[in-house]
Nanobody
Framework: QVQLVESGGGLVQAGESLRVSCAMS????????MGWFRQAPGKEREFVAA????????YYSTSVKGRFTISRDKAKRTMYLQMAALDAEDTATYYC??????????????????WGQGTQVTVSS
């Protein structure tokens, strides 16, 4: 069973940066995309960013594009989300996930088969 483990969350001030990581215990051959989602209290889980694991192509939500950067280290089986210019609306639990689906579906949480337990990011204004 594949395990995804997030780390790096914490409390930061508005305007600061933070990097969260997601380590895979193994990489199932069928995983094509890895993604980050976030969920704030009382809100639905929303897509943040995704990366094509093999080619490295990246995809972002409009709310984070230009501020967040997704990347991966294939040798370490680890994915990263570098977050800059954080504001209070970025406060949420951040989840990493692995998808075996196609590109057109990667912004939907239902396209992801593997999920981490989440890491809390809190931005103080």
């Amino acid at each position: 069973q594949v395990q995804l483990v997030e780390s790096g969350g914490g409390l930061v001030q508005a305007g600061e940066s933070l990097r969260v990581s997601c380590a895979m215990s193994e990489r199932p051959f069928e995983v094509r995309f890895m993604g980050w989602f976030r969920q704030a209290p009382g809100k639905e889980r929303e897509f943040v960013a995704a990366i094509n694991w093999s080619a490295g192509h990246t995809y972002y939500s409009t709310s984070v594009k230009g501020r967040f950067t997704i990347s991966r280290d294939k040798a370490k089986r680890t994915m990263y989300l570098q977050m800059a210019a954080l504001d209070a609306e970025d406060t949420a639990t951040y989840y990493c996930a692995g998808s075996t689906s196609i590109l057109s579906a990667i912004r939907q949480a239902t396209a992801y088969k593997y999920w981490g337990q989440g890491t809390q990011v809190t931005v103080s204004s």
